[in-house]
T-cell receptor, first 114, second 111 residues
Framework: EAGVTQSPTHLIKTRGQQATLRCSPI?????VYWYQQALGLGLQFLLW???????NRGNFPPRFSGRQFPNYSSELNVNALELEDSALYLC?????????????FGPGTRLTVT | RKEVEQDPGPFNVPEGATVAFNCTYS??????FFWYRQDCRKEPKLLMS???SGNEDGRFTAQLNRASQYISLLIRDSKLSDSATYLC????????????FGAGTRLFVKA
């Protein structure tokens, strides 16, 4: 069974640009979560989508947004990039029910903002 | 006070040793708990869920103490391959589910 996939693996952008990151959950999973892990820091919760709707978001500014498509894949958009947005962005999925269920992570997208 | 706290370590142990990590949480309404391991520059991988009655998976034992608000992970007969960062995860509901990862405990197992 295929795991969570993310694309691209690496992304280099300049300050002020927009970045789009993509995630495909494990087949049968309807919940998708996004996390940010800056170098040397812990995972910070960004967004949770379930059944196409945003269910919760972490303490991040509105320029971090996303959506979930009918096939449950998801996109994270970061507008007006800042240098401190440089981090590993991890996507995870779980079966219906949300965070009480085990989350499985993709390999991440490493975003570098110069 | 942080919502989820872990001793960052590092814990340096010889092969074959038993090592235990604790993770404390502040929200008494916390509902589900997990342990993950994360290797350097890799994604976290689920190690085990933590159940109220405690649970064991091979050399790994997880326990939950709701009264004192902590979870623990015990690793017996440590292997070199156990070297990693161990992350605890706490989920609780406050008008919406919130998932908090601990900052992780670093473990080095040496030959």
């Amino acid at each position: 069974e295929a795991g969570v996939t993310q694309s691209p693996t690496h992304l280099i952008k300049t300050r002020g640009q927009q970045a789009t990151l993509r995630c495909s959950p494990i087949s049968g999973h309807t919940s998708v979560y996004w996390y940010q892990q800056a170098l040397g820091l812990g995972l910070q919760f960004l967004l949770w989508y379930d059944e196409g709707e945003e269910r919760n978001r972490g303490n991040f500014p509105p320029r971090f947004s996303g959506r979930q498509f009918p096939n449950y894949s998801s996109e994270l958009n970061v507008n007006a990039l800042e240098l401190e947005d440089s981090a590993l962005y991890l996507c995870a999925s779980s079966s219906t029910g949300g965070p009480s269920y085990e989350q499985y992570f993709g390999p991440g997208t490493r975003l570098t903002v110069t | 006070r942080k919502e989820v706290e872990q001793d960052p370590g590092p814990f340096n142990v010889p092969e074959g040793a038993t090592v235990a990590f604790n993770c404390t949480y502040s929200n008494s309404a916390s509902q589900s708990f997990f342990w993950y391991r994360q290797d350097c520059r890799k994604e976290p991988k689920l190690l085990m869920s933590v159940y109220s009655s405690g649970n064991e998976d091979g050399r790994f034992t997880a326990q939950l103490n709701r009264a004192s608000q902590y979870i623990s992970l015990l690793i017996r007969d440590s292997k070199l391959s156990d070297s990693a960062t161990y992350l605890c995860v706490v989920n609780f509901y406050t008008g919406g589910f919130k998932t908090i990862f601990g900052a992780g405990t670093r473990l080095f197992v040496k030959a």
